[in-house]
T-cell receptor
């Protein structure tokens, strides 16, 4: 089955540690996205990538980093510089094309930093 | 710039009652609009999308939405609520300026037995 996988589902880290969240898709989609979700704040875009080896900052990129070395993979690193990293993180992808603007989401990773 | 506003952060209905979740958009160009559903601790699932074809769009799980340009609205409806419809619902618009999806703040639907 085609889809987006995120691992792990739950992640716990100590303050001051970097942590990398995995996102893999086998939909052959060109674009991939990372969102952060906090209660009552909807979805906020962290980073996105339209093509391999290229990515752009979203609305809240500070304290995060990404890479896009392969079409199917878009890992997100939450660095120790992120002030409040505890949140639900969602990865999404989209097939670029005429009239295809919908994004498809993975199951999410809940990160807790203490 | 495009934006969406969801009216009501919480909506409560009885099982079997009509579901109406409101979404208004702002756009200077013909918009591409979407409704997503999110169950607890899960990702978002696409319910339906409007891409300037028919104004009444049918989606999954018995939901539909009507695009009304005069009212700049794209409200989501379902004739009869089921307990399994309890979830959070997000309206989104594609931004032609940035290429991003702009999401509303979400509406939590509670279904009472």
């Amino acid at each position: 089955d085609g889809g987006i996988t995120q691992s792990p589902k739950y992640l716990f880290r100590k303050e001051g540690q970097n942590v990398t969240l995995s996102c893999e898709q086998n939909l052959n989609h060109d674009a991939m996205y990372w969102y952060r979700q906090d209660p009552g704040q909807g979805l906020r875009l962290i980073y996105y990538s339209q093509i391999v080896n290229d990515f752009q900052k979203g609305d809240i990129a500070e304290g995060y980093s990404v890479s896009r070395e392969k079409k199917e993979s878009f890992p997100l690193t939450v660095t120790s510089a992120q002030k409040n990293p505890t949140a639900f993180y969602l990865c999404a992808s989209r097939q670029k094309g005429w009239d295809t603007y919908e994004q498809y989401f993975g199951p999410g990773t809940r990160l807790t930093v203490t | 710039a495009q934006s969406v506003t969801q009216l009501g952060s919480h909506v409560s209905v009885s099982e079997g009652a009509l579901v109406l979740l409101r979404c208004n958009y702002s756009s200077s160009v013909p918009p591409y609009l979407f409704w997503y559903v999110q169950y607890p601790n899960q990702g978002l699932q696409l319910l339906l999308k409007y891409t300037s074809a028919a104004t009444l769009v049918k989606g999954i799980n018995g939901f539909e939405a009507e695009f009304k340009k005069s009212e700049t609205s794209f409200h989501l409806t379902k004739p009869s609520a089921h307990m399994s419809d309890a979830a959070e619902y997000f309206c989104a618009v594609h931004s032609s300026n940035t290429g991003k999806l702009i999401f509303g703040q979400g509406t939590t639907l509670q279904v009472k037995p």
